[in-house]
């Protein structure tokens, strides 16, 4: 399937690099490396994924260390939402798209 990512993504990965980075450039670098891969394996498999209607009836969430991938499949598309850490508010982060 074809991969199509939310004006929101380049934000949340340089808020997510950032954060890292503080304490370690090297764990960053490979949090976003680990966090790429797994958005090539969404785009192969998105089904894999199990739907999460208790936060929106599309959407779909993937784990890579302590972030998540939230990602809804539209047609032949996923649609990736947003990437966040697994503390935040993932409603609040998903109604920003609206």
Do not use: C, W
Not at 60 to 73: D, L, P, Q, W
Request: zero cysteines; a positive charge.
């Amino acid at each position: 399937m074809r991969l199509r990512l939310s004006p929101l993504i380049s934000q949340d990965l340089l808020e997510i690099s950032d954060f890292i980075a503080a304490h370690s450039p090297r764990y960053a670098h490979l949090t976003l490396l680990k966090i790429r891969e797994k958005l090539r394996i969404i785009a192969k498999n998105p089904t894999l994924y199990r739907l999460r209607p208790e936060i929106a009836p599309e959407d779909r969430f993937a784990i890579v260390g302590n972030y998540i991938i939230m990602f809804r499949i539209v047609e032949d598309v996923v649609q990736i939402e947003r990437i966040a850490h697994g503390s935040r508010k993932i409603k609040s982060l998903l109604t920003q798209l609206e």
